[in-house]
């Protein structure tokens, strides 16, 4: 018998960092998404492993090689470190969509990899990104998945609705995903009216600030 024990899990692009529609291809591309640091140290202090789980078909188009991504990936640890935040690990997928591979999210695999490899329980995890093919992700395997309104959140707000219903959660960025998990690890409603209605206001008005 083994105790296994739930995760974090955190897309990259629209979450920990800036989208690029270009691809992030190198270090100097890279930036942050403000309170992302913050937010990664929090959820750190939580006690459980965070994983990163990242759709990146720009290794396999030839945009960027794996030496590439690795490196990125480095400095993005440090930064992270140097925040007080720490993750486990980062697994990306480098296939295009027509390679039909198992890993690409919607479909499960990084989630269902990291679960084998670490003794992860999901229906004990958190699965955090900002596109509707991340919600899909994390509902396959029945962790608690969440919406950020950073990114392509905003974008993918009706479109997850619409496939999943009240299966997600949504939130205005990291911070308040953060908060949910606090919040849920002590027992208390993980969805709270306010940070419902904070984040679709982001959904609805894409240029203003939320409502907290
Ligand atoms: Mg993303
Ligand atoms: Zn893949």
């Not at 969805?191 to 904070?198: D, E, L, M």
Request: proline letters at 4%.
């Amino acid at each position: 018998m083994t105790n296994k024990t739930g995760a974090i899990f955190l897309d990259r692009d629209g979450v920990i960092n800036e989208n690029s529609s270009e691809h992030v291809k190198s270090w100097s591309e890279f930036r942050f998404i403000p309170g992302a640091l913050e937010s990664i140290r929090r959820l750190t202090n939580t006690g459980m492993p965070i994983f990163v789980v990242t759709n990146q078909a720009a290794v396999n188009r030839g945009l960027l090689s794996v030496e590439e991504l690795n490196d990125i990936h480095q400095r993005m640890q440090q930064a992270i470190h140097q925040m007080g935040g720490h993750i486990t690990q980062i697994y990306h997928c480098p296939h295009d969509n027509h390679e039909k591979c198992n890993c690409r999210k919607p479909a499960p695999g990084m989630l269902l990899q990291a679960a084998r490899e670490h003794g992860i329980d999901l229906s004990q995890s958190f699965f955090i990104g900002d596109a509707w093919t991340d919600i899909a992700a994390g509902v396959s395997v029945g962790a608690h998945t969440i919406l950020l309104m950073t990114g392509r959140g905003r974008w993918n707000f009706i479109p997850s609705w619409d496939r999943f219903g009240l299966n997600f959660a949504a939130a205005c960025d990291l911070a308040d995903a953060a908060g949910m998990i606090e919040d849920a690890l002590h027992g208390e409603p993980m969805v709270s009216t306010k940070r419902f209605r904070s984040a679709v206001h982001m959904a609805m008005h894409p240029h203003e600030l939320p409502v907290l």
